[in-house]
C-alpha cells in the first residue's frame, strides 16, 4: 500500500538531528519503505511518499525516528486512494 506521511515540525531541528535522521531515513530508502520525500524547512513541513504492507507498519517506524520521538516533528498518515496522472 502507498501511504502519504504528513509532518508539522514543532521544534528546530538541529544539525545533529538532521543527521541522526538521515542515518534513520537512508535505510528505509534502500528498503524500499520511503518513496521520496520533502522538507520544507521554512514552512515547517515534511511530506513523506512510504510504501508498506498497512499503516501499522508505517505508524512503528515513523514513531521509531528520532526526531518524532522527540517531537520535533508530529506526523500524520493517510492513505494514498488514487493518483492522477496529466
Not at 524500499?32 to 507498519?57: C, I, M, T
Amino acid at each position: 500500500m502507498l501511504f502519504i506521511a504528513e509532518g508539522r515540525i514543532e521544534q528546530p531541528i538541529n544539525s545533529t538531528d538532521h543527521h541522526v535522521a538521515a542515518a534513520w531515513l537512508g535505510p528505509m530508502v534502500d528498503s524500499g519503505f520511503l518513496q521520496s520525500g520533502y522538507l520544507g524547512a521554512k514552512g515547517r513541513r515534511v511530506l513523506l511518499v512510504l510504501s508498506a504492507p498497512d499503516e501499522e507498519a508505517v505508524t512503528g517506524r515513523l514513531n521509531d525516528l528520532p526526531i518524532v520521538r522527540n517531537g520535533s516533528v508530529v506526523m500524520s498518515i493517510s492513505v494514498v486512494k488514487a493518483l492522477r496522472f496529466s
